[in-house]
């Protein structure tokens, strides 16, 4: 058996980041792709390697190219530089109602990011 490596646990977190966006739970996409909910948990921890099948059916349920879930592990941009409370956070603010409080949060938290880049 082949030893995982950073590479499997980055396509895992890229998975995770995806899945949580989609709203999906792990076991409705265990259901889709064939597997139980608990691979699915191995591969988002990336202690179980994934095919290539697997990666291009994973994708497709999310609404993202197989490109995307296979990155580089040191990409800075897209679905790999998602943490977990990045995920949440979104979340949290996809649920907030359209408002004027809504987007000034938005323009606050990008003035915010901008001040660190500085």
């Known amino acids: 058996m082949k030893e995982v490596t950073d590479t499997d646990r980055a ?18 996409l265990a259901n889709a792709i064939g597997v139980t909910f608990q691979q699915v948990q191995k591969y988002e921890k990336g202690l179980n390697r994934i095919s290539a099948g697997k990666i291009v059916e994973i ?10 879930l296979l ?3 040191d990409d800075a941009s ?14 949290a603010f996809d649920r907030l ?3 004027a409080s809504k987007t000034q949060l938005r323009r ?3 003035a915010l990011s901008e001040d660190l880049d500085k």
């Open 11 to 28: 396509i895992g977190e890229r998975i995770t980041a995806a899945r949580k966006i989609a709203g999906i739970s792990q076991t409705t």
């Open 59 to 68: 994708a497709k349920l999310l609404g993202i190219s197989h490109s995307e």
């Open 71 to 73: 990155g580089s592990p």
């Open 78 to 91: 897209g679905l790999p530089s998602l943490s977990r409370a990045a995920v949440t956070l979104a979340q």
């Open 97 to 99: 109602p359209e408002s």
């Open 108 to 110: 606050f938290v990008i």
